[in-house]
């Protein structure tokens, strides 16, 4: 029997409920049991959490990775890193590196993301892939699953300072994703963008519109369609239109 690791003396979360266990062991990173005796077999290695609460590890839900970026998700407890857009040679060599390495957080990435010439983030380095019509949705999809994507990631920039992509070829492009069993995100900051990317059948809303708020209806249509919604917060390509070039609000790129 391999050797296992028991923790003890613990207060256990499920990530639902507070257990009655006081105890984990688990072998080769996989939990064998939970119990409220201690779960200790011979050789073990033994961990007094001394009342401390274990509780599922957490995900970050909207990152842009960089280098290093892994080991220290972990050390605050985050187990798993949602990449919502980086290079594809810097997320290679990121889930190179969580697939190595046990001391890392694991790692879920949509590689680049679908947007129109010059529409962000676009501007951020060259080449960069963009699309110009529907027609093109199909290879990009290909292109980015080849490139190891986990996910299809989608910016909208209608209302915004930049060119976007048009309703027609943000639908192809979710419906490539589907046809490949891939989720779908959208980087959305207007209320007509949400209105938009909703429309098209994403799962995932990335980013809060800042042009105003969004009415019931459009809330009951997202939460029937059971979309969720990965918060990173305002955009900086709205900042000077909503809160003036003075503004210290913090913002993300992606």
């Not at 609460?53 to 949602?82: E, K």
């Not at 800042?210 to 990173?232: K, M």
Request: hydrophobic letters at 40%; one cysteine or more.
């Amino acid at each position: 029997m391999s050797r296992g690791t028991a923790i003890v003396n613990a207060k256990v979360f499920d990530g639902t409920t507070l257990r009655e266990w006081t105890s984990i062991r688990f072998v080769d990173g996989l939990i064998t049991e939970c119990s409220a005796a201690p779960a200790i077999r011979e050789g073990d290695d033994v961990i007094d959490a001394a009342g401390g609460t274990v509780l599922p590890g957490l995900i970050d839900s909207h990152v842009h990775i960089a280098p290093g970026a892994l080991a220290q998700s972990l050390t605050f407890g985050v187990t798993t890193v949602l990449d919502m857009f980086s290079k594809p040679e810097l997320i290679a060599a990121s889930k190179h590196e969580a697939g190595s390495r046990p001391n890392v957080a694991d790692l879920r990435s949509s590689g680049i993301g679908a947007t129109a010439p010059g529409g962000h983030p676009s501007l951020m380095y060259a080449p960069f892939p963009t699309l110009s019509s529907a027609d093109e949705a199909e290879s990009f999809v290909a292109e980015r699953m080849a490139e190891g994507a986990d996910y299809l990631k989608i910016f909208s920039g209608i209302g915004g300072l930049w060119p976007s992509l048009n309703a027609q070829t943000i639908t192809a492009l979710v419906a490539a994703a589907r046809s490949r069993e891939l989720l779908v995100v959208a980087h959305a900051n207007s209320l007509a963008g949400v209105e938009e990317v909703v429309s098209a059948g994403i799962d995932v809303l990335a980013h809060v519109p800042v042009d105003g708020d969004l009415d019931g209806a459009l809330i009951e249509r997202i939460a029937r369609r059971n979309r969720c919604h990965s918060d990173a917060g305002h955009h900086r390509e709205h900042l000077g239109r909503t809160w003036g070039s003075g503004c210290s609000r913090r913002s993300t790129p992606g």
